[in-house]
């Protein structure tokens, strides 16, 4: 059973930035594909982005030039940089992990807000 862990959510000022951190239990984090996703309140869950597991990334077009995904799988860890943060990135962020089937993370929530 995999599990992700998120973390690093928090309320931030609008331009700020944050990190987010999603940890995964299991085996073969290296050869997975992991993404992060986020869904606002009233609105349906919406890709953010996504890394391979040879390192390709790919950026919804809101966040292109702001976010940054990164892996690290020693430590079967991903992180989310967000910088230039919006109120619109307001939302609840999720962990997502695809290999041999999908698992979600419990969300972290983040707060863009004067």
């Known amino acids: 059973q995999v599990q992700l862990v998120e973390s690093g959510g928090g309320l931030v000022q609008p331009g700020g930035s944050l990190r987010l951190s999603c940890v995964a239990s299991g085996r073969i984090f290296s050869l997975a594909y992991m993404a992060w996703y986020r869904q606002a309140p009233g609105k349906q869950r919406e890709f953010v982005a996504a890394i391979s597991s040879s390192g390709s990334t790919n950026y919804a077009d809101s966040v292109k030039g702001r976010f940054t995904i990164s892996r690290d799988n020693a430590k079967n860890t991903i992180y989310l940089q967000m910088n230039s943060l919006k109120s619109e990135d307001t939302a609840v962020y999720f962990c997502?992990?695809?290999?041999?089937?999908?698992?979600w993370g419990q969300g972290t929530q983040v707060t863009v807000s004067s």
């Open positions: 997502y992990r695809q290999y041999d089937q999908a698992y």
